[in-house]
């Protein structure tokens, strides 16, 4: 099946809850593949596919965002191949019978997406965009102006307080715990988008890609000690109150690099470290440290920055963002596309090295580059 509830009518439907599948979604606010909240039940791996001949399954692997570096290529050379793949990308995300239309943020992903779309389309691209009753955070007005510029048929609509009354009709399309807040207005927008088209393009997949996440720059300049300094920065945080000036700072010290990263995308979880988890129901393996060890792993030998993309690429992306873009648009029968992740576009992006995308503190430095005169 494709959702929960539609096993959820089998008579032996597990009723219990996964604690293996509770304390990862604790720790990062979706419950990441293959564990569903339900013993017994598994989501299949993205990239993978499941068999089933004469009563026997097998599961095997079709395809895998895997990293080859091209190590001679130039900057001019990867800003031009870079521009053509974006256009392959997007133009064979057209293809469609239906009304099609673009979500649209204002941000460098979306903008870029709908700007490929107007010089491709004969008619002006219908774009939609969500907005706050709050100057702090409200898109709206960056998504309005990207609009005027490239000439969309563009539909806003500004949520008031009163939309956390759709909370239920939120759960009703996830059926597991999951706590990106932004799943309510992805709802909002594409409610909004069904009004008018069959099918939406998105800009998701940028920020993985070509590292535009402030946190990969914020990690790079976290001190590394040696294991010495590690053991006495805990030691110190550990014998401070909680609330403490400085202790969360030392809890940070004292993990090893990829804890530290994965100290900006989930919460500790053992009560000791600010956690909700006592010490007689935590997993030992389940530290920070250790929370994204497997996905660190598959990203081998390749420099820090090219870990925590593909990192993301494996666990934040398709747990939470495409999690989220997929039902909450499926929830109003909303075909949402994403053609920043056309596995072509997606192979390029990752042979590309580093420097290329984080550049002096900025991020998609050659994505940026790019689309200057598209956008």
Known sequence: ASELKSLAE????????????????????YVPDPLSIFPGIRKLEPGHRLAWTAGETTESTYWRPTRRPIHDITEAEAVTELRRQLEDAVSCHLESEVPLGAFLSGGVDSSTVVAQMARLMSRPVKTFAIGFDSETHNEAPDARRVAEALNTEHTELIVLPEADGLIDELLLGFDEPFADSSALPTFLVSQLARQHVTVSLSGDGGDELFAGYSRY?????VPQPGAFAQAVAHGVASRLPFGAYGRNYLLNVARTRRGQYASTVALPLPVDEGGVVRADVMQR?????????????????ADFPAQMMQVDMQSYLPGDILTKVDRMSMRVSLEARVPLLDHHFVEFALSLPSRFKLRDGTGKWIFRKAIEGLV
């Open 10 to 29: 089998l008579p032996n439907f597990p009723t219990t809850i996964s604690r293996d599948a509770l304390l990862r979604y604790l720790a990062l606010g």
């Open 217 to 221: 720059d914020a990690a790079l300049k």
């Open 285 to 301: 393996e389940l530290s920070l440290d250790a929370l994204m060890g497997a996905w660190f792993e598959s990203a081998g030998g």
